[in-house]
């Protein structure tokens, strides 16, 4: 692992765990050039994923993306990072298994939506209207609509909405 502070490719691990959810390892390495130490992360990767975009084009599936899309929609919003990385988590072991490696767009679209309706409705209408791309006022109220029509989650399956102290 090349050491980000001086470039120097020969760092040593000093500590391996896993992470809470034991979906990666965290690795804290010492470069022994500089002294710098940083922390790194692994993961298992079952296949290499393609995106295929709208025109057709193929990309790398890229994690930090989905993370970052995801962090704008949940932007001050209390959602336990946790469950936010349950979330994305459970979206990539999705993808990895329903696939042959060619993801369309809109599969990872409709699964963020789908991973976010059940963190927070806010989240959900903010990606909702990027992703869907909204254009007035009426696109926002067809989609709270639609919300507020749905049945509410069994016991257990949705985190409480928290409400301020007037």
Not at 57 to 68: A, I, S
Not at 133 to 149: K, P, S, W
Not at 157 to 164: G, Y
Request: glycine share 6%; hydrophobic share 30%.
């Amino acid at each position: 692992m090349r050491c980000p502070y001086c470039g120097g490719l020969d760092t040593q691990v000093k500590d391996s765990r896993p992470t809470e959810d034991a979906s990666s390892i965290r690795r804290r390495r010492v470069c022994p050039d500089c002294g710098g130490r940083f922390t790194t992360f692994e993961r298992v990767q079952l296949r290499e994923l393609q995106v295929v975009k709208k025109s057709g084009r193929r990309v790398p599936f890229d994690r930090d993306k989905l993370v970052r899309s995801v962090q704008v929609a949940l932007r001050k919003r209390s959602v336990a990072p946790e469950r936010v990385d349950r979330m994305i988590n459970g979206i990539v072991r999705q993808l990895e298994s329903q696939s042959d490696g060619d993801i369309p767009t809109e599969r990872i679209g409709e699964l963020v939506m789908e991973g976010l309706k059940a963190l927070d409705d806010v989240a959900y209408v903010r990606f909702a209207s990027v992703y869907r791309n909204f254009r007035e006022a009426r696109d926002f109220n067809t989609i709270v609509d639609e919300l507020e029509g749905e049945p509410e989650p069994a016991q257990g399956t949705r985190q409480p909405k928290e409400t301020s102290a007037q």
